[in-house]
């Protein structure tokens, strides 16, 4: 079966001819008007509406954005604030950056509404510091719609007052993490905090209750105030509703984003249908499914059980093909719906080269704070990097997935899953590949092979 | 310190944004480096004295985040993304490029012989549908294979050659 | 009198012991109260929780209610309250007990999380253990060996860090051995209230930095070496000196201030070598200034006063000046309480009158007050003075000039630099009682060494009217006395007779002196007790706030 069509809501107008970022440009589309009517709501209500949605983070984490509003403390008196999450940093991810170069009034439409909902009246966007032009962009767009009177002081007269400020990073994926973030925007190192005492909901910024939220769970948030909960969760499927903005790359023939309804849509009608299958000559050899830091996924492997489908439990045998793209399914079959970022490889990428490749992200990135990852993360790229450009030892792909172990369930962030999930999956997947390679690697190169490290 | 008036203007502007003065060391390094180039000790205790900070706080951050740097860089910066989606289809071949159309090496400081080139691979920058990814300066450059990494080469040769 | 109020108390099972702490205490307290051991780094009992190293990662639980009724879950195997035990391990220092917490600190996921992170904290840790100060007590040797995999499977390069950078003038930092736990930098900026100290670069290449335009040179500095778990900080006095497990330890008073901050002398063969404070919660902590940690020194040092004659001529001597009538007695502030109440004894007999000199200066708020002698109390409780010390010797310098005094007995004090003139001095005989050479001395006509705090046992009163013992740590310099047999041979010479070792003396001061009656020497604990300090309430004393005092409201 043929994958279904997209059904772009939260890109609607990215790329479109004649769509332009101005605010004039998203008026004549009807901008700004679900923002006006939601300030004639309570906003309980639109708390409610989003609780009732199901929508759920689209960040990486894929926590439901109903009770993380739910769980703000409302009662210590210190002033809310929001947060947006703009550190699009997970590799394989590419989709907030499209939304606030072409259609920043969206988000901010969005964000507007989420801080009325919850009696927020400074908002920060923390926008990664190599995205100067989109801190530009959006800096623009918010002048727009300060001078329209959409933000700021007493928003159309309404007595609801927020302001947004635009804060860039600096190169530090950590940031991306929400408590790694709070302490980037306090001005200091971005060493994430220890939970508990320090959830953002109760102790965040400046030790204020915080919200923190993905660039696109806020444009959904948007689409949620304007058509109601209920009709968010008609798209997509049960507990995963809504539109995903999947992001593919790699070895496809039509790499890019695609907006389709979570869970309705399978990984091979991704990659093969949407996507054009693999090069001329190729085959799928491996793909991870969500971001760098989701486990790998091998093609050739299949995965059986039980799952809940309305109020049966029958029974799956799926391939890689046949896992639907949903946060639940692809947590059943041992990976993660995570950032959306889909990364393809074929049969030309060797396993221990582009499992070096990602090692080298995570100890580039890992902060310093905790032990485990801070060493760990560096050991497994030292072990990576010396099997490819050094001497590779038999029991080194044990060594790897050994070291990778120590560190999951240790650490002070999720930081320590991220690094070293890659590490144990692909050494799992590809263990033939692994436990030979200082055999194979001795093997001539041709000429033309892509280096990954 | 000696930085443009409107540096000084928009550092004013920017401490405003945020209840505690703190939170604006980013924003100011930032501003400084876009007008000195680069973060000078000097910098680092003024921006301190500036948000009454000690100046180990602001050089704690300066060093953590790589987008600062510490000493005078090229003229132009080339950022090459190596992660996995861009390395997958060439990215390493692209850097390669520039680092031989400049004669110079990868790296966060290192310099063309002609000052003015850096050459430096970074980690995602978040366009991997449209791998491999460069960003020169602040303009991001798309599907930047040998072919088009000769090309980007030859324009900046080009306006170097203008400006003299 | 009101009583504290008793702490809320939780119980909570560590390794199946049931214990009642009280409410707010993390678990490696609680679990230290049970002697069951949380190997740590980053965790101090004094310094904000960070949580960072991961060692003192342990198995938690809590007990099953069922979510609806709240009514407990049991567990059929055991007959009790099934224990929802948490699957990720969780960090004991910040976690504060709750009811019916359950912890594990032996179970294999324990033993697992800490054997990996012992040898993540190895792989980049160098070598250097035959040259390292802190080996012996070193907190990665004792949890390497208590809690470590012990053999390594890291075959890569070591990171390389700067080694031997002088941070300050007494403290040496070595980054490769440092493993960021980040008590230093949390001691600088909190405790001693200097932030000065933090991480540059990122990941596996943070690397503790003092900022290049200062050092790390308060007088606290040196606190950061006791807490460093490892060797990146080390004294730099006492760099390759002495291997610590060849020092004995004696517990001695800081001698600085009225503070009176509780310390350690560690000894070698009648050598101190070094300084380090001891816990006491109720007056310093876990602290001791840098400039305290200085004064051994002054046990070798080339101006020590000794003698080749006999005590007992020198006393002869000292004792016909003193039959003449017209004694005058200076006391110290920094004379013990024994040797002050033998000083009164002297100076009953002789019908003496007593000066002390006082010393102030300006207090640091933390560990140093403005009182920079460490027993005038004890000179008050003993009797010995009844109001505070004057700032220069007036009193006696006029009766100097008024011809009423024909011999001074000097406890220790320099005359002329308390405020009396030369000529004053060339007035009257000395008899000097001391422990280093001084104009006084020089002048005098009878010398008699005496020994510093390091060489003899006593007690001190501090600022908190609080008695604290300090032991001998070594022995006395051959030449010079301990101040109670010399003070006890004075008395003699008036026909009186006291003992002078601390077994005999004691309960005779405890029988005549009201707020140490009934109390016996050996009795007193390690930390000190307070005392009832109401006859002195009134007194200016000079001493403002300090970390653990807080100077009576003005009346």
């Given at each position: 079966?043929?994958?279904?069509?997209?059904?772009?809501?939260?890109?609607k107008?990215?790329d479109e001819p004649?769509y332009?970022n101005?605010?004039?440009?998203?008026?004549?589309?009807?901008g700004?008007e679900v923002?006006k009517?939601?300030?004639q709501?309570?906003?309980?209500e639109?708390i409610?509406?989003?609780?009732k949605?199901g929508?759920?983070?689209?960040g990486g984490?894929?926590?439901?954005?109903?009770?993380k509003?739910?769980?703000v403390d409302r009662?210590?008196?210190?002033?809310?604030?929001?947060i947006v999450n703009?550190?699009?940093?997970e590799?394989g991810?590419?989709?907030?950056?499209?939304i606030m170069?072409?259609?920043?009034?969206q988000l901010?439409?969005?964000?507007?509404?989420?801080?009325?909902?919850?009696?927020v009246?400074q908002?920060?966007?923390y926008i990664?510091?190599e995205m100067?032009?989109g801190a530009r962009?959006?800096?623009?767009?918010?002048a727009?719609?300060r001078?329209?009177?959409?933000?700021g002081?007493?928003?159309l007269?309404?007595?609801?007052?927020?302001?947004?400020f635009?804060?860039?990073?600096?190169?530090?994926?950590i940031?991306?993490?929400e408590?790694?973030?709070i302490e980037?925007?306090?001005?200091?190192?971005a060493n994430p905090?220890?939970?508990p005492?320090y959830f953002p909901?109760v102790l965040?910024?400046?030790?204020?209750?915080?919200?923190?939220?993905?660039?696109?769970?806020l444009c959904?948030?948007?689409?949620?105030?304007?058509?109601?909960g209920?009709?968010?969760t008609?798209?997509?499927?049960p507990n995963?509703t809504?539109?995903?903005?999947?992001?593919?790359s790699?070895h496809v023939?039509?790499p890019g984003?695609?907006e389709?309804p979570a869970?309705?849509?399978t990984?091979?009608?991704?990659?093969?249908?949407?996507?054009?299958g693999?090069?001329?000559g190729r085959?799928?050899?491996a793909?991870?499914?969500g971001?760098?830091s989701?486990?790998?996924?091998?093609?050739?492997?299949?995965?059986?059980?039980?799952r809940?489908?309305?109020?049966d439990?029958?029974?799956?045998?799926?391939?890689?093909?046949?896992?639907?793209?949903?946060?639940d399914s692809?947590?059943?079959?041992?990976?993660?719906?995570?950032?959306?970022g889909?990364?393809?490889?074929d049969?030309?990428v060797?396993?221990v080269?582009?499992?070096?490749?990602?090692?080298a992200?995570y100890?580039?990135?890992s902060c310093g704070?905790?032990?485990p990852?801070?060493e760990g993360?560096l050991?497994?790229?030292?072990i990576s990097?010396r099997?490819?450009h050094?001497d590779?030892?038999p029991?080194?792909?044990a060594l790897?997935?050994?070291?990778?172990d120590?560190?999951p369930g240790?650490?002070?962030?999720a930081?320590?899953?991220?690094?070293s999930w890659p590490?144990?999956?692909f050494?799992?997947?590809?263990?033939?590949?692994?436990e030979?390679y200082h055999?194979?690697?001795?093997?001539?190169?041709?000429?033309?092979?892509?280096?990954l490290? | 310190?000696?930085l443009?008036?409107?540096?000084f203007?928009?550092?004013?502007?920017?401490?405003t944004h945020y209840?505690v003065?703190?939170s604006?060391?980013?924003p100011?390094?930032?501003l400084?480096?876009?007008?000195?180039g680069?973060?000078s000790?000097?910098?680092i205790d003024w921006?301190a004295?500036?948000?009454?900070?000690?100046?180990?706080?602001?050089?704690e951050?300066v060093?953590?985040?790589?987008m600062?740097?510490?000493?005078?860089i090229g003229?132009?910066?080339i950022?090459?993304c190596r992660?996995?989606s861009c390395?997958l289809?060439?990215g390493?071949?692209?850097?390669e490029t520039?680092?031989?159309?400049?004669?110079?090496h990868?790296?966060?400081t290192?310099?063309?012989p002609?000052?003015?080139?850096?050459?430096e691979f970074?980690e995602?920058?978040?366009s991997?549908?449209?791998?491999?990814?460069v960003l020169?300066?602040?303009?991001?450059?798309?599907?930047?294979?040998?072919?088009?990494?000769k090309?980007?080469?030859?324009?900046i040769?080009?306006?170097?050659?203008a400006r003299? | 009198m009101?009583?504290p109020?008793k702490?809320?108390?939780?119980?909570?099972n560590?390794?199946?012991?049931?214990?009642?702490?009280?409410?707010?205490t993390?678990?490696?307290?609680?679990?230290?109260?049970?002697?069951v051991?949380?190997?740590?780094?980053?965790?101090?009992p004094?310094?904000a929780?960070v949580g960072?190293?991961r060692?003192c990662?342990?198995?938690m639980?809590m007990?099953a209610?069922?979510?609806a009724?709240?009514?407990?879950?049991?567990?059929?195997?055991?007959?009790k309250?099934?224990?929802n035990?948490?699957?990720r391990?969780?960090?004991?220092?910040?976690?504060?007990v709750?009811p019916g917490?359950?912890?594990k600190?032996?179970?294999p996921m324990?033993?697992?999380?800490?054997e990996?992170?012992?040898?993540?904290?190895?792989?980049?840790?160098?070598?250097?253990c035959?040259?390292?100060?802190?080996?012996?007590?070193?907190k990665?040797q004792?949890q390497?060996t208590?809690y470590?995999?012990g053999?390594?499977?890291f075959?890569e390069q070591?990171?390389?860090k700067?080694k031997?950078?002088?941070l300050?003038?007494?403290v040496t930092l070595d980054d490769?051995?440092?493993v960021?736990c980040s008590?230093?930098?949390?001691?600088?900026?909190?405790i001693?209230g200097?932030?000065?100290?933090g991480?540059?670069d990122?990941?596996?290449?943070?690397?503790?930095t003092c900022h290049?335009?200062?050092?790390?040179?308060?007088?606290?500095?040196?606190?950061t070496v006791d807490?460093?778990?490892?060797g990146a900080?080390?004294?730099?006095d006492?760099?390759f000196?002495?291997?610590v497990w060849?020092?004995?330890?004696?517990?001695t008073?800081d001698?600085?201030?009225?503070v009176?901050?509780?310390?350690v002398?560690?000894?070698?063969?009648?050598?101190?070598?070094?300084?380090?404070p001891?816990q006491?919660?109720?007056v310093?902590d876990t602290w001791m200034?840098?400039?305290?940690?200085l004064?051994y020194?002054?046990?070798a040092?080339?101006d020590?006063?000794s003698?080749?004659d006999?005590?007992d001529?020198?006393?002869?001597?000292a004792?016909?000046?003193?039959?003449?009538?017209?004694?005058a007695i200076v006391?110290?502030?920094r004379?013990?309480?024994?040797?002050?109440?033998?000083?009164?004894?002297?100076?009953?007999?002789?019908?003496?009158s007593v000066?002390?000199?006082s010393?102030t200066?300006?207090g640091?708020?933390?560990?140093?007050s403005?009182?920079?002698n460490?027993?005038?109390r004890?000179?008050?409780v003993?009797?010995l003075?009844?109001?505070?010390p004057s700032?220069?010797?007036a009193g006696?310098?006029?009766?100097i000039?008024?011809?009423?005094v024909?011999?001074?007995?000097?406890?220790?004090e320099?005359l002329?630099?308390a405020?009396?003139?030369a000529?004053?001095?060339?007035?009257?005989?000395?008899?000097?009682?001391?422990?280093?050479?001084n104009?006084t001395?020089?002048?005098?006509?009878?010398v008699?060494?005496?020994?510093?705090?390091?060489?003899?046992?006593?007690?001190?009163?501090?600022q908190?009217f609080?008695?604290?013992?300090?032991a001998k740590?070594?022995?006395g310099?051959?030449?010079a006395?301990d101040d109670?047999?010399?003070?006890?041979?004075l008395?003699?010479?008036?026909?009186?007779a006291?003992?002078?070792?601390l077994?005999?003396?004691?309960?005779?001061?405890a029988?005549?002196?009201?707020?140490l009656?009934?109390?016996l020497?050996?009795n007193?604990?390690?930390?000190?007790?307070l005392?009832?300090?109401?006859?002195?309430?009134?007194?200016?004393?000079?001493?403002?706030e300090t970390?653990?005092?807080?100077?009576?409201a003005a009346?």
């Amino acid at each position: 079966m043929s994958a279904p069509a997209q059904n772009r809501i939260i890109f609607k107008h990215i790329d479109e001819p004649d769509y332009t970022n101005d605010l004039a440009c998203y008026l004549k589309h009807g901008g700004y008007e679900v923002m006006k009517r939601s300030f004639q709501r309570q906003p309980q209500e639109l708390i409610d509406e989003v609780k009732k949605s199901g929508l759920r983070g689209r960040g990486g984490a894929g926590f439901p954005c109903g009770v993380k509003w739910g769980l703000v403390d409302r009662k210590s008196g210190k002033p809310i604030y929001l947060i947006v999450n703009a550190d699009e940093s997970e590799p394989g991810t590419f989709k907030d950056r499209y939304i606030m170069y072409q259609d920043p009034h969206q988000l901010i439409e969005g964000t507007i509404i989420s801080c009325f909902a919850n009696n927020v009246k400074q908002a920060y966007i923390y926008i990664r510091g190599e995205m100067a032009e989109g801190a530009r962009i959006l800096e623009k767009a918010i002048a727009e719609a300060r001078a329209a009177n959409f933000v700021g002081p007493n928003i159309l007269g309404s007595n609801y007052s927020c302001e947004i400020f635009v804060h860039r990073g600096a190169g530090a994926y950590i940031c991306g993490e929400e408590t790694g973030l709070i302490e980037s925007l306090e001005g200091k190192r971005a060493n994430p905090r220890i939970k508990p005492p320090y959830f953002p909901a109760v102790l965040g910024l400046y030790q204020c209750p915080t919200i923190v939220n993905n660039v696109e769970t806020l444009c959904h948030v948007k689409y949620i105030a304007e058509h109601g909960g209920e009709a968010f969760t008609k798209i997509g499927t049960p507990n995963n509703t809504g539109t995903r903005i999947f992001c593919v790359s790699g070895h496809v023939q039509r790499p890019g984003y695609y907006e389709f309804p979570a869970g309705t849509i399978t990984m091979g009608q991704l990659l093969y249908d949407v996507c054009g299958g693999p090069l001329p000559g190729r085959t799928f050899k491996a793909v991870i499914p969500g971001g760098s830091s989701a486990k790998v996924m091998r093609f050739g492997e299949r995965y059986k059980g039980k799952r809940k489908v309305g109020a049966d439990m029958v029974d799956y045998d799926w391939g890689v093909e046949d896992v639907p793209m949903d946060f639940d399914s692809l947590a059943m079959v041992g990976t993660m719906g995570g950032s959306g970022g889909v990364i393809v490889m074929d049969d030309s990428v060797n396993m221990v080269e582009a499992l070096a490749n990602i090692n080298a992200f995570y100890s580039h990135e890992s902060c310093g704070q905790c032990t485990p990852c801070r060493e760990g993360s560096l050991w497994m790229k030292k072990i990576s990097t010396r099997m490819v450009h050094g001497d590779a030892r038999p029991g080194d792909a044990a060594l790897l997935k050994s070291v990778a172990d120590q560190i999951p369930g240790r650490t002070i962030c999720a930081f320590g899953e991220a690094c070293s999930w890659p590490t144990q999956s692909f050494y799992l997947k590809f263990k033939d590949e692994f436990e030979t390679y200082h055999e194979t690697k001795k093997a001539p190169k041709p000429a033309d092979a892509t280096v990954l490290v | 310190m000696n930085l443009k008036p409107e540096t000084f203007q928009r550092i004013d502007e920017v401490i405003t944004h945020y209840p505690v003065k703190r939170s604006a060391t980013l924003p100011l390094l930032h501003l400084v480096q876009e007008d000195a180039g680069y973060i000078s000790d000097e910098a680092i205790d003024w921006v301190a004295k500036k948000l009454e900070l000690e100046p180990i706080n602001v050089l704690e951050v300066v060093t953590f985040y790589p987008m600062f740097k510490r000493k005078p860089i090229g003229r132009r910066h080339i950022k090459v993304c190596r992660t996995l989606s861009c390395a997958l289809v060439g990215g390493y071949k692209t850097c390669e490029t520039f680092e031989k159309e400049f004669n110079t090496h990868a790296g966060p400081t290192e310099v063309s012989p002609d000052g003015e080139v850096t050459v430096e691979f970074v980690e995602c920058l978040a366009s991997c549908g449209t791998a491999p990814v460069v960003l020169i300066d602040e303009t991001l450059h798309e599907k930047v294979d040998c072919a088009k990494a000769k090309q980007l080469s030859d324009q900046i040769k080009a306006e170097a050659a203008a400006r003299k | 009198m009101i009583q504290p109020a008793k702490p809320e108390l939780v119980t909570v099972n560590i390794d199946g012991k049931e214990i009642a702490v009280p409410k707010g205490t993390n678990v490696i307290e609680a679990a230290r109260m049970v002697n069951v051991d949380v190997p740590h780094y980053c965790y101090h009992p004094k310094l904000a929780v960070v949580g960072n190293c991961r060692m003192c990662l342990i198995e938690m639980g809590m007990p099953a209610v069922d979510p609806a009724t709240k009514a407990p879950v049991m567990d059929p195997a055991t007959g009790k309250q099934k224990i929802n035990w948490i699957p990720r391990p969780q960090i004991g220092c910040g976690t504060n007990v709750s009811p019916g917490l359950h912890v594990k600190t032996t179970s294999p996921m324990v033993k697992d999380a800490r054997e990996g992170v012992m040898e993540f904290l190895l792989i980049n840790h160098p070598l250097d253990c035959p040259i390292c100060d802190q080996a012996g007590e070193c907190k990665l040797q004792e949890q390497a060996t208590g809690y470590g995999r012990g053999y390594s499977r890291f075959i890569e390069q070591k990171n390389v860090k700067p080694k031997r950078t002088q941070l300050g003038p007494r403290v040496t930092l070595d980054d490769e051995r440092c493993v960021l736990c980040s008590r230093c930098i949390r001691f600088s900026r909190d405790i001693a209230g200097e932030d000065v100290l933090g991480f540059v670069d990122r990941g596996s290449y943070s690397t503790l930095t003092c900022h290049p335009d200062r050092k790390l040179d308060h007088n606290y500095s040196l606190n950061t070496v006791d807490i460093c778990p490892v060797g990146a900080l080390t004294s730099t006095d006492f760099r390759f000196k002495m291997r610590v497990w060849f020092l004995k330890q004696t517990n001695t008073i800081d001698t600085e201030s009225s503070v009176g901050a509780n310390t350690v002398a560690w000894s070698r063969e009648g050598v101190i070598y070094r300084i380090t404070p001891r816990q006491n919660d109720d007056v310093n902590d876990t602290w001791m200034a840098d400039s305290g940690r200085l004064l051994y020194k002054q046990v070798a040092a080339a101006d020590r006063l000794s003698t080749k004659d006999a005590l007992d001529a020198l006393v002869v001597k000292a004792g016909e000046l003193l039959a003449a009538g017209s004694v005058a007695i200076v006391g110290s502030g920094r004379s013990s309480v024994e040797e002050q109440f033998l000083t009164k004894k002297l100076a009953a007999a002789l019908k003496a009158s007593v000066s002390l000199v006082s010393r102030t200066a300006q207090g640091d708020k933390l560990l140093i007050s403005a009182d920079r002698n460490p027993n005038v109390r004890g000179a008050l409780v003993t009797g010995l003075i009844s109001a505070l010390p004057s700032a220069q010797l007036a009193g006696l310098a006029a009766d100097i000039d008024a011809g009423k005094v024909k011999t001074v007995v000097s406890i220790g004090e320099d005359l002329t630099a308390a405020g009396l003139t030369a000529a004053q001095l060339a007035k009257v005989s000395v008899v000097y009682l001391g422990t280093h050479a001084n104009a006084t001395s020089a002048a005098a006509k009878v010398v008699i060494p005496t020994l510093t705090v390091f060489e003899k046992a006593g007690t001190f009163v501090n600022q908190q009217f609080r008695i604290q013992k300090f032991a001998k740590a070594v022995p006395g310099l051959a030449g010079a006395h301990d101040d109670l047999v010399v003070l006890a041979k004075l008395v003699a010479t008036t026909g009186g007779a006291i003992a002078s070792d601390l077994a005999t003396l004691w309960p005779v001061i405890a029988a005549e002196v009201p707020v140490l009656s009934t109390m016996l020497y050996k009795n007193i604990p390690d930390t000190g007790l307070l005392l009832d300090s109401t006859a002195w309430a009134g007194l200016p004393f000079v001493e403002g706030e300090t970390l653990h005092y807080k100077p009576a409201a003005a009346a």
